[in-house]
C-alpha cells in the first residue's frame, strides 16, 4: 500500500485539478474533500484482521455471486461508531449548514440511542424503518442517517475489499456489478490506447474490467441501442447510454494508463452530466453521492 501522506496529496491535487477543469461542479467537489481525505485516513488505520476469515466459492463466483454474498458484509465487533464518529468532523467542514444536525448525531451515537450495529446486521437489505426513527430523532431528512450509514459501510468494505480482491483476482468476472460487494458502478474509464473498460465501485472502491459494448445495466450487446453523449465539446467527459433500459453511465474516455486518476473525485466532477443524462430521461446505474445534498 502506498504511503498515507503519497494518497492524500494525490487526492488534493487531484481535487485542484477537477474543482478547475470543472468551475461548475466545483461546489461539490469542495464540499466532498474534507469526507474523501477522511475515508482515504480511515482506511489507511483500520485493522480488522481477526474479525473472521473469507471464503470463495469458485463455482458461485463462476455464476455472478459476488464475495459479499458469500461471505458476512460485516462484523458484529466491526468499527461502527468510532469511524462514524471520524467522519462527522469532516462532514461538518463539507457541510456546514448541517452542522447542528451532524452535533446531534454525535451526541446520539454517544448516548447509546443510535446503535450503529443494529442496522449492519441487516445490511444492504432492509434497515429502512431504522433510518427513519433516527431521522426523527436527528430531526432531519432519512437521507441524511442513510448517509453517513453508506459513509461508515463505504470505510469498512473498502478496508476490507483489500483483503477480499485477493481472493478474486485469478478469476473472470462478466457482470456489471462489482465482484466483490455487487454494487453497481458510479464511473467508468477507458484506458488510452487499450480498448480497455473500467468501472469503479462506490461502495468499496474497487475496480474491475468489463466488455467495452455491454451494458454494465442490463447486459444488452446492441451497439445500435448504445451511445456515448460528449459534454461540452469536452471528448473526454462523456456518458454511456442504453436504450433498452434507459440507464446511464458516467464515463471518463482516453485515460492515460500512467495519468494520476481517482474515480470519487472524478465522479464528483463531472455532477453536471448526471443531471443533464437525468433531464434526458435516463436513470443512474447507482445514485450518486452528491444526490443527498441537491
Not at 491535487?13 to 481525505?37: D, K, T
Request: overall charge negative; aromatic content about 10%.
Amino acid at each position: 500500500m502506498k504511503d498515507i501522506e503519497d494518497i492524500l496529496q494525490k487526492l488534493e491535487r487531484l481535487a485542484a485539478r477537477a474543482m478547475e477543469r470543472n468551475p461548475h461542479s466545483a461546489g461539490v467537489v469542495s464540499a466532498f474533500r474534507p469526507l474523501i481525505m477522511a475515508r482515504a485516513r480511515l482506511v489507511d488505520s483500520l485493522d480488522l484482521a481477526g474479525r473472521g476469515e473469507f471464503t470463495l466459492d469458485e463455482n458461485l463466483f463462476r455464476q455472478g455471486i459476488p464475495v459479499a454474498r458469500q461471505n458476512a458484509w460485516f462484523r458484529e465487533d466491526d468499527p461502527f461508531a468510532p469511524v462514524a464518529l471520524s467522519l462527522i468532523s469532516p462532514l461538518k467542514t463539507g457541510f456546514p449548514d448541517l452542522n447542528s444536525t451532524w452535533e446531534r448525531f454525535t451526541g446520539l451515537i454517544d448516548g447509546k440511542k443510535i446503535v450503529l450495529p443494529d442496522f449492519f446486521r441487516s445490511y444492504p437489505a432492509g434497515g429502512d424503518d431504522l433510518l427513519a426513527s433516527w431521522a426523527q430523532l436527528l430531526e432531519a431528512d432519512v437521507r441524511i442517517p442513510a448517509f453517513l450509514a453508506s459513509s461508515v459501510a463505504r470505510v469498512i468494505l473498502e478496508r476490507r475489499a483489500l483483503d477480499w480482491a485477493g481472493l478474486v483476482q485469478d478469476f473472470e468476472w462478466e457482470k456489471g456489478y462489482c465482484p466483490l460487494c455487487g454494487s453497481p458502478p458510479n464511473i467508468s474509464r477507458h484506458l488510452e490506447g487499450t480498448g480497455q473498460r473500467w468501472l469503479h465501485c462506490p461502495q468499496c472502491n474497487h475496480e474491475w474490467r468489463f466488455r467495452r459494448v455491454v451494458c454494465p445495466c442490463c447486459e444488452n450487446d446492441d451497439q445500435k441501442t448504445m451511445s456515448y453523449f460528449t459534454i461540452d465539446e469536452k471528448e473526454q467527459e462523456s456518458a454511456f447510454g442504453c436504450e433498452m433500459c434507459k440507464s446511464y453511465l458516467v464515463t471518463v474516455l482516453k485515460v492515460s494508463g500512467t495519468a494520476e486518476f481517482d474515480p470519487d473525485i472524478a465522479a464528483l466532477s463531472l455532477s453536471h452530466i448526471d443531471i443533464i443524462m437525468q433531464e434526458k430521461g435516463y436513470l443512474p446505474m447507482v445514485q450518486p453521492e452528491w444526490s443527498t445534498f441537491a
